[in-house]
């Protein structure tokens, strides 16, 4: 039991001096030339997969920023998992709860790390859409409207999908960007940027069982006190058309 335990902490104190060697020393008696493998390994391989996941986010840093924060992420944060596919997420939450931001970074940094991972969460995603007693073609005010599940709707300050090298936004925009991210039936990746109206409407879809697309329309006119009704049920047919064509939107039920 003893020679168990003993092993037990060699490993904890292994594992502390790859995530941080600066600040703890090796527990084992190894040349260090052979330690900065493992090193190196471990840092490369963490480095890569997250370099994967948020490919804009490490363009837009130099080397050793980035360096920096993997090297935060494997000293500060704790994982809850130990698939390599859900890292990514782990990484957000480590941007989002324990990196202590510094005054060069971008004030988008949260924003964009979150929509780079949501692409590949919902890549990644198990559900399905049950298909059974859903019409794709029917007449989406006078029916149902069905919203996929592999459609996420998200609310950004920043236009998170525009950020590149080429465009670096230093203020949030006067309204919030709001995009439907969505995995089509071939699993290809799209999104689609709705106007607040439509980012609504298309919640009241989400959360409906029973008012047809005319009614819940209607409805959305109340809500934002938009009084030519007739107006707004037809540009809100266009919408629905355009979010069924990007497979938002599956059809009636």
Known sequence: MGENADFREKQIAFA???????????????????LAIYRELFFNNLRNLISQTFP?????????????????FMVLHEAKTPYFLEIPSEFHKFLQDEYQASDDDFP????????????????????ENELSEVDPDGDLL???????????LFAYEFPVHRISNDYIPTQPGETPTFLAICRKANDDMDFMELNP???RLLEMIDENE?????ELLVQLGEEI????TNTLVQHGREAMEQMREAEIL???K
Request: hydrophobic share 40%; no cysteine.
């Open 16 to 34: 502390r001096h790859i995530r941080d060697p600066e600040n703890n020393p090796s527990p084992v008696d190894a040349e260090d030339r052979r």
């Open 56 to 72: 804009v986010l490490k363009k837009l840093h130099t080397k050793d920023k980035w360096n920096n924060f993997i090297r935060q």
């Open 108 to 127: 988008f940094l949260i924003e964009l790390a979150h929509y780079e991972w949501a692409e590949l969460a919902l890549s990644v995603s198990d559900e």
């Open 142 to 152: 006078n029916g149902i409207p069905i919203k996929s599940r592999l459609a996420w």
């Open 197 to 199: 109206v439509m980012a």
């Open 210 to 214: 029973k008012l047809t697309g005319r």
């Open 225 to 228: 006190g938009y009084s030519d």
């Open 250 to 252: 599956l059809g009636v």
